[in-house]
Nanobody, 115 residues
Framework: QVQLVESGGGLVQAGGSLRLSCAAS????????MGWYRQAPGKQRELVAA???????NYADPVKGRFTISSVNAKNTVYLQMHSLKPEDTAVYYC?????????WGQGTQVTVSS
């Protein structure tokens, strides 16, 4: 079992920055992939960025060049640094971990970008 707790969401003006954090606990040794997803009202949940245990990263096209995913393995924590935020980035952001083929989700943190 893996538990994920997100923090760092909030309200920011367009063009601003936020950093999300996701702390993993439990069977963290079995995690091989972590990522951030988001879900806007009326839309499906979508991948934002992911990072493997080896440090390889992947980003959705809308956030490339603006968002950076990173991890501190010793702290079992993953970050999502978001710059140049746009109103269309408004969503609930969820941390995700894959461990032994099973997906785990955090409770989500709201990010609201005002125009």
């Amino acid at each position: 079992q893996v538990q994920l707790v997100e923090s760092g969401g909030g309200l920011v003006q367009a063009g601003g920055s936020l950093r999300l954090s996701c702390a993993a606990s439990g069977s963290t040794f079995s995690i091989n992939l972590m990522g951030w997803y988001r879900q806007a009202p009326g839309k499906q949940r979508e991948l934002v960025a992911a990072i493997t245990s080896g440090g390889s990263t992947n980003y959705a096209d809308p956030v490339k060049g603006r968002f950076t995913i990173s991890s501190v393995n010793a702290k079992n924590t993953v970050y999502l640094q978001m710059h140049s935020l746009k109103p269309e980035d408004t969503a609930v952001y969820y941390c995700n971990a894959k461990a032994e083929g099973w997906p785990y989700w955090g409770q989500g943190t709201q990010v609201t970008v005002s125009s």
